[in-house]
């Protein structure tokens, strides 16, 4: 069990401020640290009323910001019932003095920013992009929730309700991980958490384009559009590919096919498949790449595609990525240089002359 009031006086009497926020469809039971984030299962939670007592009573119909919180629906036992993102952030790291519902949105997202972050690790993992309903709920939200988010904000003065209408075409989740996290499950010292800590010096250049590519990653799967899915995609693999440095398609593509081929007819395969997938024409010219037919051409990749055929990309897609991204972590502490060197000699390796 963890005592939620005791975790908020041990860090509000190091001078920091706690956030605690519903996030439902991660855990079928215990606990899970992630990033200096807690997620608790429901039945974990211990001694979270008097902090939802203190928070309902400092509610006031003269602060528009709490006026409006009661619009959303929010109430005690959303965080009772629910599986709650517990952390602490310095008091000068985020600002909490809110007065008006654009102010609470703004925080609510900031908030529901540093939990989300902090499972980008697990749903590489264990969530895939043709699989929706395995996700969990974006932090800040709960089932039936309309779009709307919340949290309480604890201090070393009172303990304040925060909720809001949350914007963008995000989905909320779908039903869930249900993680066992019993201790000794090895979710919390997986081999690739390292990543997780901004502060770990062994993490290089190709190490923080893999934590940040994680992050793009994860706020697709989210994406409630098939086509800004694929567009995502597609702008992954180059920023996997050269980071921020701008390199045609047609370039970018070598570096990512040879983390994916296991030998030269592999390549030449995904050359022809990424050709499609981007700015293939036909032997009349006309454009019949998927990307350029959308960017271009305003096509949707539901209108080329139908529903099996969509789902059957995205499982595709995300396999490559994933090839990708695990590779590149074992290499997080080189420089970007240093991994296209290396990149030629894999392709050298299988036979592909560079």
């Excluded at 595609?305 to 897609?317: A, G, I």
Aim: charged residues 25%.
């Amino acid at each position: 069990m963890i005592d939620v009031s005791r975790f908020c006086l041990k860090h509000v009497n190091q001078g920091k401020n706690v956030a605690i926020l519903p996030a439902g469809g991660l855990l079928a039971f215990g606990h899970l640290e992630q990033d200096n984030v807690l997620f608790i299962h429901p039945e974990s939670v211990n001694n979270l009323e008097p902090l939802l007592a203190i928070a309902e009573g400092e509610s006031s119909s003269a602060n528009i910001a709490d006026f409006s919180a009661r619009f959303t629906g929010i109430t005690p036992e959303v965080f009772l019932e629910n599986e709650i993102a517990v952390f602490a952030f310095n008091a000068d790291e985020i600002e909490i003095n809110i007065t008006n519902a654009f102010e609470a949105i703004d925080l609510l997202n900031e908030l529901s920013e540093k939990a989300f972050n902090a499972l980008n690790i697990i749903r590489f993992i264990h969530c895939r992009f043709n699989v929706p309903e395995t996700l969990p709920f974006i932090p800040g939200q709960w089932r039936n929730s309309n779009g709307f988010m919340g949290a309480i904000i604890v201090t070393s003065k009172t303990a304040r309700l925060i909720a809001g209408k949350k914007g963008g075409a995000m989905m909320v989740g779908g039903l869930g991980l249900g993680l066992e996290a019993y201790e000794g499950s090895g979710y919390q010292n997986h081999e690739y958490m390292f990543l997780l800590d901004e502060n770990n010096k062994k993490v290089g250049e190709v190490g923080r384009i893999v934590r940040k590519a994680l992050h793009i990653l994860n706020k697709a799967m989210y994406a409630n559009d098939e086509t800004l899915k694929f567009i995502t995609l597609m702008a992954l693999f180059e920023y996997l590919a050269t980071g921020c440095k701008y390199t045609k398609f047609e370039k970018v593509r070598s570096k990512i096919q040879v983390h994916i081929a296991k030998n030269e007819s592999e390549y030449h395969f995904l050359t022809n498949r990424f050709r499609q997938l981007t700015s293939k024409e036909d032997l009349d010219g006309i454009k019949t790449g998927y990307r350029t037919r959308i960017i271009h051409g305003g096509a949707l990749i539901d209108e080329m595609l139908s529903s099996e055929e969509r789902n059957k990309l995205f499982y595709e897609l995300f396999g490559y990525v994933e090839k990708v991204i695990k590779d590149m972590i074992k290499d997080s502490y080189l420089s970007l240089d240093s991994l296209q060197e290396k990149r030629v000699a894999m392709m050298e390796n299988i036979g592909i002359k560079t």
